[in-house]
Protein backbone atom coordinates (compact mmCIF):
# COMPACT_ATOMS: atom_id res chain seq x y z
CA UNK A 1 0.00 0.00 0.00
CA UNK A 2 3.16 2.16 0.98
CA UNK A 3 4.38 2.06 -2.50
CA UNK A 4 1.41 2.52 -4.17
CA UNK A 5 0.73 5.79 -2.35
CA UNK A 6 4.29 6.48 -3.03
CA UNK A 7 3.88 5.73 -6.66
CA UNK A 8 0.68 8.05 -7.26
CA UNK A 9 2.42 11.18 -5.21
CA UNK A 10 5.49 10.63 -7.85
CA UNK A 11 3.31 10.85 -10.66
CA UNK A 12 0.69 13.38 -9.40
CA UNK A 13 4.10 15.65 -9.21
CA UNK A 14 5.35 14.71 -12.46
CA UNK A 15 1.87 15.87 -13.66
CA UNK A 16 2.00 18.89 -12.61
CA UNK A 17 5.36 19.62 -13.97
CA UNK A 18 5.23 22.04 -17.10
CA UNK A 19 8.20 21.42 -19.58
CA UNK A 20 9.19 24.76 -20.38
CA UNK A 21 10.98 25.07 -23.63
CA UNK A 22 14.68 26.66 -23.16
CA UNK A 23 15.04 30.67 -24.81
CA UNK A 24 18.06 31.23 -26.27
CA UNK A 25 19.81 34.07 -25.46
CA UNK A 26 18.58 37.53 -26.67
CA UNK A 27 20.80 39.21 -28.92
CA UNK A 28 22.26 42.67 -27.14
CA UNK A 29 21.65 44.17 -30.59
CA UNK A 30 20.87 43.40 -34.75
CA UNK A 31 24.27 42.53 -36.26
CA UNK A 32 25.04 45.63 -38.57
CA UNK A 33 23.29 48.37 -36.84
CA UNK A 34 25.23 51.42 -35.50
CA UNK A 35 25.14 53.88 -32.77
CA UNK A 36 27.16 56.80 -31.05
CA UNK A 37 27.56 56.46 -27.23
CA UNK A 38 28.91 60.12 -26.10
CA UNK A 39 31.62 60.31 -28.50
CA UNK A 40 32.35 56.69 -29.05
CA UNK A 41 31.29 54.72 -32.09
CA UNK A 42 29.63 51.39 -31.66
CA UNK A 43 28.84 48.54 -34.12
CA UNK A 44 26.56 45.18 -33.73
CA UNK A 45 28.73 42.31 -34.73
CA UNK A 46 27.67 39.08 -36.68
CA UNK A 47 26.79 37.52 -33.17
CA UNK A 48 24.64 40.32 -31.84
CA UNK A 49 27.34 41.69 -29.12
CA UNK A 50 27.85 45.82 -29.14
CA UNK A 51 31.60 46.63 -29.55
CA UNK A 52 32.37 49.95 -29.19
CA UNK A 53 35.47 52.78 -29.37
CA UNK A 54 36.69 53.68 -26.15
CA UNK A 55 38.11 56.80 -26.65
CA UNK A 56 38.07 59.27 -24.21
CA UNK A 57 35.13 62.16 -24.64
CA UNK A 58 36.36 65.75 -24.46
CA UNK A 59 34.62 67.43 -21.14
CA UNK A 60 34.60 71.26 -20.01
CA UNK A 61 37.60 72.16 -18.33
CA UNK A 62 39.80 75.06 -17.47
CA UNK A 63 43.33 75.37 -19.70
CA UNK A 64 46.26 74.17 -18.12
CA UNK A 65 44.28 71.92 -15.92
CA UNK A 66 45.52 68.13 -15.79
CA UNK A 67 44.00 64.73 -14.52
CA UNK A 68 44.73 61.04 -14.49
CA UNK A 69 42.16 58.84 -15.87
CA UNK A 70 43.27 54.68 -15.09
CA UNK A 71 46.65 55.04 -16.69
CA UNK A 72 46.41 57.82 -18.96
CA UNK A 73 47.37 61.42 -18.29
CA UNK A 74 45.00 64.67 -19.51
CA UNK A 75 45.30 67.91 -19.66
CA UNK A 76 43.45 70.61 -20.77
CA UNK A 77 43.99 72.41 -23.96
CA UNK A 78 43.39 76.10 -24.91
CA UNK A 79 39.91 75.80 -26.12
CA UNK A 80 38.96 73.94 -23.37
CA UNK A 81 38.53 70.20 -24.02
CA UNK A 82 41.02 67.40 -22.62
CA UNK A 83 43.47 66.07 -24.69
CA UNK A 84 44.41 62.39 -23.47
CA UNK A 85 46.99 59.77 -23.73
CA UNK A 86 45.41 56.58 -24.90
CA UNK A 87 47.47 53.96 -23.20
CA UNK A 88 45.86 50.38 -23.30
CA UNK A 89 45.49 50.33 -19.12
CA UNK A 90 46.85 47.55 -17.47
CA UNK A 91 46.70 44.80 -20.86
CA UNK A 92 49.53 42.53 -21.64
CA UNK A 93 51.05 42.34 -24.49
CA UNK A 94 54.12 40.11 -26.35
CA UNK A 95 57.63 42.34 -25.99
CA UNK A 96 57.73 43.68 -29.78
CA UNK A 97 54.12 43.78 -30.58
CA UNK A 98 52.92 47.22 -32.08
CA UNK A 99 49.37 48.38 -33.04
CA UNK A 100 48.04 51.60 -33.77
CA UNK A 101 45.22 53.61 -31.89
CA UNK A 102 43.57 56.18 -33.64
CA UNK A 103 47.07 58.54 -34.69
CA UNK A 104 49.42 56.88 -32.23
CA UNK A 105 51.42 54.18 -32.18
CA UNK A 106 52.07 51.70 -29.79
CA UNK A 107 55.49 49.20 -28.65
CA UNK A 108 54.69 46.28 -26.17
CA UNK A 109 57.91 47.26 -23.91
CA UNK A 110 60.30 44.14 -22.68
CA UNK A 111 58.07 44.09 -19.32
CA UNK A 112 54.73 43.51 -21.24
CA UNK A 113 53.38 46.94 -21.41
CA UNK A 114 51.61 48.76 -24.16
CA UNK A 115 54.29 52.08 -24.50
CA UNK A 116 52.04 54.34 -27.16
CA UNK A 117 52.61 57.92 -28.34
CA UNK A 118 50.82 60.80 -27.03
CA UNK A 119 49.95 62.95 -29.99
CA UNK A 120 46.66 64.59 -30.33
CA UNK A 121 44.58 62.96 -32.71
CA UNK A 122 42.07 65.54 -35.46
CA UNK A 123 38.66 65.15 -35.07
CA UNK A 124 37.17 62.91 -37.51
CA UNK A 125 35.59 65.53 -40.90
CA UNK A 126 33.54 63.00 -43.19
CA UNK A 127 31.16 63.62 -45.71
CA UNK A 128 27.72 61.33 -44.24
CA UNK A 129 27.44 57.90 -46.11
CA UNK A 130 30.78 58.10 -47.28
CA UNK A 131 32.33 54.27 -46.95
CA UNK A 132 36.13 54.15 -45.97
CA UNK A 133 38.67 52.68 -44.86
CA UNK A 134 40.80 52.65 -41.11
CA UNK A 135 43.65 50.71 -40.72
CA UNK A 136 42.14 47.44 -41.57
CA UNK A 137 38.75 48.07 -40.85
CA UNK A 138 35.82 49.39 -43.13
CA UNK A 139 34.22 52.65 -41.89
CA UNK A 140 30.74 54.43 -43.07
CA UNK A 141 30.58 58.05 -42.07
CA UNK A 142 27.21 59.04 -39.44
CA UNK A 143 24.53 61.57 -40.28
CA UNK A 144 26.82 64.31 -38.03
CA UNK A 145 30.02 64.09 -40.39
CA UNK A 146 31.99 63.88 -37.07
CA UNK A 147 31.51 60.12 -36.69
CA UNK A 148 31.73 56.61 -38.61
CA UNK A 149 31.19 53.24 -37.61
CA UNK A 150 33.58 50.83 -38.72
CA UNK A 151 34.37 47.36 -38.44
CA UNK A 152 36.41 46.43 -34.93
CA UNK A 153 38.65 43.83 -36.74
CA UNK A 154 42.45 43.30 -35.13
CA UNK A 155 44.48 45.23 -37.33
CA UNK A 156 47.51 43.26 -37.33
CA UNK A 157 49.60 44.85 -40.36
CA UNK A 158 51.90 48.22 -39.23
CA UNK A 159 50.63 51.03 -40.92
Same mark, same amino acid.
Not at 7 to 22: K, Q
Not at 53 to 65: D, L, N, V
Not at 72 to 99: D, F, H, V
Not at 131 to 158: V, Y
Given at each position: ?15 ? %? ?15 ? %? ?8 ? @? ?20 ? #? ?8 ? @? ?7 ? #? ?33 ? !? @?? %? ?6 ? #? ?10 ? !? ?5 ? @??? !?????? !?
Amino acid at each position: MVKITIFIVVALIFSF %VESVPLEEPQAECTPGE %VKTIDCNNCT @CSSTGVWGCSKRICPAECTQGE #SKTIDCNTCT @CTANGIWGC #SKRLCPAKCSPGEYKRIDCNDCTCTANGLWACTEK !L @CP %VLKCIPGE #SFKKDCNNCICN !LDGQNAA @CTL !LPCTEK !L
